[in-house]
């Protein structure tokens, strides 16, 4: 027989501003496999830290985002947010789904032009356009998405000397009732700015107003926003209608709608309060159908979902390094990763399960990460069992924007593994080596030597 592990009795000390002794119980069952891989494999196999993706995941939730809102609107079309996950076999799923890219720099743009995306199905927006930038989407006829009255007189000039007309759409932001208001992008709606920028467009006749585009925040809790967002948004295209006798092609309602994951200091888990795809769906989808555009006149809604889609399908792998107690008593527990790798972790309380099995105690504990920085926690507070040097840990609901905003700082950025369909692993980004990372330095030659 086994002989079972040894575990010193423990008398907790109760803190207050957690929920109540049941609260958080689900943090602790453990987490083995992913997708019926087995984490520990997974960590032989490539090496600890590791982001792993589950293809799986990724596509369930595509369908149901797509479900949503085509079971309401007769035309809709999803476009990829690279910023949000650009790994190209990320992007890849997404467009075998038929999403389109939405891309925010010309470094984005020229990663989804390489991936295969028709030039005329990558919406560029974003308020840093170069003029090559600009050359390259109207040669390819690119959507872009005008941010501010300076690009629409730059895109104006460049469109001349191409000799074409190209088509655009403008941002708009507005008042959803959301504090504090998103306004630093694109034109106004309440002040007279979208009108300002519709009417020189279309007046100076240079370019082509097929669109109008919104992204109202990022995270958001509240479908009604999006209703009230919708709704301005139609009210703007049948004002052009009346005004100018033109139709407006699209309305690009953006992302934001929130994951599933926890913001800091709220109350309860967002796996509870995060509103579903069929909410936020309702709330836009009511909005363009009561707004009195003909049948045969309704825009295609774009929508530019980003964490919704992926946040649940990533999951990051790591070890505990070691354990110690603080000066107050409570445990500390140090994992080989940090905010270098898991930037979202300012944001949440991710969720966190042991990868193994282990009794039933458990405690209060600070999840710290490798880093020599004081910031550098993972977790505040998390209620754990008792982890050992060498055991496992997996955080959930990492997809969405860390593998784009993990930093390379103190140690190299892990391997990133795609679990498909078939339970197959893929490695789909080599984990970062001093090479890969000095290959863009140089060296003066009088620095190459020194004497010590
Ligand atoms: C970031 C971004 C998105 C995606 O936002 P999520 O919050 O990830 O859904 C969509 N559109 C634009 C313009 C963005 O900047």
């Not at 049941?22 to 960590?43: A, M, N, Q, W, Y």
């Not at 998103?182 to 370019?207: C, M, T, V």
């Not at 309060?273 to 909410?279: A, I, L, N, R």
């Not at 339970?423 to 984990?431: K, P, Q």
Request: glycine residues 6%; aromatic residues 10%; contains cysteine.
């Amino acid at each position: 027989m086994k002989r079972l592990q040894y575990e010193r009795p423990l008398i907790q000390r109760v803190n207050t501003g957690i929920l109540n002794k049941f609260g958080t119980r689900t943090e602790f069952t453990p987490f083995t496999h992913i997708d019926d891989v087995s984490v520990k494999d997974l960590l032989q196999q490539y090496g600890s830290p590791l982001f792993v993706i589950s293809e799986k995941g990724i596509r369930e939730k595509y369908h149901e985002a797509v479900r949503a809102f085509t079971n309401r609107y007769p035309k809709v079309q999803f476009a990829w947010s690279y910023k949000t996950n650009y790994i190209n076999a990320v992007c890849n799923i997404f467009h075998q789904e038929g999403s389109w890219a939405e891309v925010v720099s010309g470094f984005e743009y020229n990663k989804a032009l390489q991936n295969g995306v028709p030039g005329e199905k990558i919406i560029f927006n974003g308020p840093d356009k170069t003029d090559e930038d600009i050359r390259s989407a109207i040669a390819n006829k690119s959507p872009l998405h005008i941010d501010h009255l300076d690009e629409l007189y730059r895109i104006t000039e460049l469109a001349e000397e191409a000799g074409v007309k190209p088509e655009v759409a403008i941002r708009i932001n507005m008042d959803t009732g959301i504090y504090p208001m998103w306004d630093r992008f694109g034109f106004n709606y309440e002040n007279g700015q979208a009108w300002d920028a519709i009417n020189k467009i279309i007046l100076a006749n240079k370019l082509e107003l097929v669109g109008l585009h919104c992204h109202i925040g990022t995270f958001m809790l509240s479908p009604s926003a999006y209703a009230v967002a919708a709704g301005k948004m139609a009210d703007l295209a049948l004002g052009i209608r009346n005004k100018f006798k033109k139709n407006i092609k699209y309305l690009d309602m953006g992302g934001g709608f929130a994951s599933r994951n926890t913001l800091k200091g709220s109350y309860l888990q967002g796996a509870d309060t995060s509103p579903s795809f069929d909410q936020f769906a309702e709330a836009i989808c009511t909005a363009l159908l009561n707004a009195g555009f003909l049948q045969d006149e309704l825009p295609l809604l774009i929508l530019e979902t980003g964490r919704a889609l992926v946040d649940e399908a990533g999951y990051l792998l790591g070890s505990v390094i070691s354990n110690k107690r603080l000066a107050d008593g409570r445990r500390a527990t140090i994992l080989d990763f940090g905010v270098n790798v898991l930037f979202t972790a300012f944001w949440y309380d991710h969720k966190i399960s042991p990868a193994q099995e282990f009794s039933h105690y458990t405690e209060d504990s600070v999840l710290y990460g490798p880093l020599c920085m004081n910031i550098d926690v993972v977790r505040e507070n998390c209620t754990l069992p008792p982890l050992r040097k060498g055991d496992h840990v997996v955080v959930h609901t990492v997809g969405a924007y860390n593998m784009t905003q993990w930093m390379q700082f103190i140690s190299l950025r892990p391997a990133v593994v795609l679990i498909d369909k078939d339970r197959n692993a893929h490695l789909i980004r080599n984990r970062e080596t001093l090479n890969s990372i000095e290959v863009e330095e140089v060296m003066p030659s009088y620095l190459k030597d020194f004497k010590l």
